[in-house]
């Protein structure tokens, strides 16, 4: 085979099935294929035939994709090789994956590899005469089974990391805050946590919520271990998030396994993307801005996953209407429960007419970087924090679950870009609207978005031709390259098995 066949990549990309991981799988991908790797990407079939429903149609399917409709299509048409399929997750289609949570979870633990090894294997075979053979396999870190298969198919294995590099060593150093008694343990230690590699200090408190959680054999935590086991056997990790922002913590990942920090990795020109992802249809509030004052509007969104309490969305309403300011409010339909869906105030949306709208889902970029926009109320959500910062747009925080509440050290305590909702366990109506106001204007509200300008230039620097995040995004393609020339046999191994299926 010669030499520039193994150069050339070509790399099966995997989204794990939750829209906070979609998104910047799908920008990862055309990032990619915009530097000339040609990229197959896949979906799980609920999550393509959720897409198909929520957005318009799309144009008519290529001969790559499984089941009808090929998002990236339009990316194609514009020159980036990009091919599509979709894959069972090991459950009908018509299930709902949110109220039933932890079937869901066991379904990816132990059923959905057997599916993406055999697509990944018919994948393989198809392309092994081609001119451009698969040569890696980029999946997220969360999933169990990434390294397994890599290693069946001789292809170089990259851990997609979508969420910051303080989550990430956390996860990674399980054993150190099991050892130390900071998780699975009955003492409940309180102390502050020092003895992570490249974390200085962090409180208890401030872990995501599974390793504060006291019951850890859960679907999810089992997940957690499973994958982190495995992602300590990837080639290499690849990070969503900026060098300037977690330089100690990425040195620190570095001596254990190559680790690129790329982010924020965004659509080009930081507007709407040409590939569709949501998982709801949009509403359009864009419109009802233009009517508002520069930075006059609060956003809010608890994100695509996580579901909080009826009492919680009852005290954020009182408090919005006591506020009185004018906000957008992302309310999914799910956001209490699948079966839940009488939550609001009786009245609610009549007292705030004129000054708010309730919408079920939107494009949050279009949102957020609309002028109107002067405060964000979040879950603390990786990609919201990220667009947030890229916006100017200060953060009230919120957080839900996992990773969210270490988000939010870093938000508050770390770069001061945003203030907490509420400082005690249980949300009050007169918290929430201190907070809104605080944020919204005043003295606290001048200093966090003088702050939030500075975080805005790092990312900004960072994805310039000659940033950080560019020079790392370059250095990692280069590198890869050189892992999947060096793969052991690999010339060897594509003649004898293409051979072999041709016996």
């Excluded at 990619?32 to 079939?45: D, H, R």
């Excluded at 299509?73 to 980036?80: E, K, Q, V």
């Excluded at 890696?136 to 294995?157: E, Q, R």
């Excluded at 892992?483 to 016996?503: F, L, M, P, Y």
Aim: aromatic residues 8%; contains cysteine; charged residues 20%.
């Amino acid at each position: 085979m010669a030499d520039k066949d193994h150069k050339k990549l070509h790399a099966i990309m995997i989204a794990y099935p939750l829209q906070g991981h979609i998104i910047p799988t799908v920008h990862l991908a055309i990032k990619l294929a915009s530097k000339g790797v040609t990229i197959t990407f896949i979906n799980t079939q609920p999550i393509h035939h959720q897409i198909s429903k929520s957005n318009p149609p799309p144009p008519p399917p290529s001969s790559t994709a499984v089941d009808g409709g090929d998002f990236f299509a339009g990316a194609r048409n514009s020159g980036l090789d990009i091919r599509y399929a979709t894959v069972c997750d090991g459950l009908p289609l018509g299930f709902d994956r949110s109220l039933n949570h932890d079937q869901f979870m066991e379904c990816l633990l132990h059923v959905f590899s057997a599916h993406v090894d055999e697509l990944v294997g018919k994948i393989v075979r198809s392309e092994l005469e081609s001119e451009c053979p698969v040569t890696c396999l980029i999946a997220d870190t969360f999933f169990v089974w990434p390294s397994v298969i890599a290693k069946k198919y001789n292809l170089v294995h990259v851990s997609f990391w979508t969420e910051p590099a303080l989550v990430l060593t956390l996860y990674y150093h399980l054993d150190l805050l099991r050892k130390n008694g900071h998780f699975a343990s009955h003492d409940k230690r309180e102390d502050t946590i020092d003895y992570i590699p490249g974390v200085r200090s962090i409180k208890p408190t401030d872990l995501m919520s599974y390793l504060q959680a006291t019951d850890i054999g859960t679907v999810v935590h089992r997940i957690i271990y499973k994958a982190f086991e495995d992602t300590k056997r990837a080639d290499v990790i690849v990070c969503n998030t900026i060098q300037e922002l977690e330089p100690e913590t990425i040195s620190a990942l570095n001596q254990k396994k190559p680790t690129y920090a790329i982010g924020p990795i965004f659509p080009t020109g930081f507007t709407k993307s040409t590939v569709a992802m949501s998982l709801w249809s949009e509403s359009d509030c864009t419109h009802w801005l233009d009517t508002k004052p520069h930075g006059s509007v609060l956003y809010i969104s608890f994100g695509s996953y996580a579901h909080t309490s009826k009492h919680d969305i009852l005290e954020i309403a009182h408090g919005l209407l006591r506020s009185g300011v004018s906000f957008v409010w992302v309310i999914r339909p799910d956001i209490v429960s699948s079966e839940d869906l009488d939550f609001l105030p009786v009245g609610f949306e009549e007292n705030v007419k004129g000054r708010g709208v309730i919408v079920p889902w939107c494009c949050q970029i279009d949102v957020i970087s609309h002028s109107a926009i002067g405060g964000f109320l979040t879950h603390c959500g990786w990609n919201s924090i990220l667009e947030s910062v890229w916006c100017s747009v200060p953060l009230i925080c919120f957080p839900l679950l996992t990773d969210q509440f270490t988000n939010r050290k870093l938000v508050v305590d770390d770069w001061k870009v945003g203030i907490n909702l509420c400082d005690e366990r249980s949300i009050t109506r007169e918290e929430v609207a201190e907070k809104i106001n605080r944020l919204m204007c005043g003295k606290t509200s001048d200093q966090i978005r003088k702050e939030i300008k500075k975080m805005r230039k790092v990312l900004e620097d960072a994805l310039a031709s000659d940033g950080s995040s560019q020079r790392n995004f370059d250095q990692f393609i280069e590198d890869l390259k050189i892992k999947v020339s060096q793969r052991n046999g690999i010339a060897t191994w594509q003649h004898e098995d293409a051979s072999s299926n041709h016996a």
